[in-house]
Nanobody
Framework: QLQLVESGGGLVQPGGSLRLSCVVS????????IGWFRQVPGKEREGVSC????????NYADSMKGRFTISRDNAKNTVYLQMNSLKPEDTAVYYC???????????????WGQGTQVTVSS
């Protein structure tokens, strides 16, 4: 059974950092791109970043460029999202999702984790 589990969320002050992890099981990560998304109540799920199956291609939403870094360790079946210079507007539930190709379009993905809460507040 294909499964994704996010972790690493929490409460952090503005300007702080967090590293989210997405551990996958039930499939070979080598063949899947992983996307990170976030969602706040009342809003649509927003694409944050995506990394190709090989790790050779990464892309970011404009508001995350220069602050967030996506990476993957296929040997550990894990994808990471390093988030620096966090802002209150980054507060959301963060999800990872898997698909053979990269996209920032949430309906494109069939497999999702349960999400991890990130709260940026002083």
């Amino acid at each position: 059974q294909l499964q994704l589990v996010e972790s690493g969320g929490g409460l952090v002050q503005p300007g702080g950092s967090l590293r989210l992890s997405c551990v996958v099981s039930g499939f070979t990560l080598d063949y899947y791109a992983i996307g990170w998304f976030r969602q706040v109540p009342g809003k649509e799920r927003e694409g944050v970043s995506c990394i190709s199956s090989s790790g050779g291609i990464t892309n970011y939403a404009d508001s995350m460029k220069g602050r967030f870094t996506i990476s993957r360790d296929n040997a550990k079946n894990t994808v990471y999202l390093q988030m620096n210079s966090l802002k209150p507007e980054d507060t959301a539930v963060y999800y990872c999702a898997a698909d053979p190709s990269c996209s920032h379009y949430a309906p494109f993905y069939d497999y999702w984790g349960q999400g991890t809460q990130v709260t940026v507040s002083s």
